[in-house]
Antibody, heavy 124, light 111 residues
């Protein structure tokens, strides 16, 4: 069974940093693109970042560009999101999701499955 | 303001057919495939429809997707109480160096 388990969320002060992790199991992790998608309380889904199977290509939403860094360790079947200079508007449930193809920018891909999410709260 | 536009709410009675629209532009829906996600209350999103009109295994055939031009639609026939959820459309968007975009979501209420 394909499983994604996020961790690393918590309460952090504005301007602080946090590193999220996503542990993957049940599939050949190094064959697929991976993504981070977030959902602010009571709001809709927002794509944050994506990374291709070999880490060569990756991308960010404008809201994450320059502050967040996505990475993966295929040997550890793990996806990461390093978040710096956090703002109140980054408060959200952060989901990791598996792509159907290896390229994160494959326009014919989709996100399936999703993890249960890890909650990030940015507040003083 | 979401790149893809969905109605914030929709409703229907059990057994009815409801449709949820998703409007985009030439840089996303007009030239890319559309996916739909269902988010039941308090749970993570789940893939419902991929590649415009394909159902993953396990998704009832009551759910169907379609696309025409720069718009897409999700139809749910034989509405059931367990269909009450938030529904999101999504697609790749070629603008701004490329990005994945979502609709704002539609909350479906089964009356």
């Amino acid at each position: 069974e394909v499983q994604l388990v996020e961790s690393g969320g918590g309460l952090v002060q504005p301007g602080g940093s946090l590193r999220l992790s996503c542990a993957a199991s049940g599939f050949s992790f190094d064959d697929y693109a991976m993504y981070w998608v977030r959902q602010a309380p009571g709001k809709g889904l927002e794509w944050v970042s994506g990374i291709s199977w070999n880490s060569v290509t990756l991308g960010y939403a404008d809201s994450a560009q320059g502050r967040f860094t996505i990475s993966r360790d295929n040997a550890k079947n793990s996806l990461y999101l390093q978040m710096n200079s956090l703002r109140a508007e980054d408060t959200a449930l952060y989901y990791c999701a598996k792509g159907y193809y290896g390229d994160y920018a494959s326009s014919i891909s989709w996100f399936d499955p999703w993890g249960q999410g890890t909650l990030v709260i940015v507040s003083s | 303001q979401s790149v893809l536009t969905q109605p914030p709410s929709a409703s229907g009675t059990p057994g009815q057919r409801v449709t949820i629209s998703c409007s985009g532009s030439s840089s996303n829906i007009g030239s890319k495939t559309v996916n739909w996600y269902q988010q039941l209350p308090g749970t993570a999103p789940k893939l419902l429809i991929y590649s415009n009109d394909q159902r993953p295994s396990g998704v009832p055939d009551r759910f169907s997707g379609s696309k025409s031009g720069t718009s897409a639609s999700l139809a749910i026939s034989g509405l059931q109480s367990e269909d009450e959820a938030d529904y999101y459309c999504a697609a790749w968007d070629d603008s701004l160096n490329g990005r994945w975009v979502f609709g704002g979501g539609t909350k479906l209420t089964v009356l």
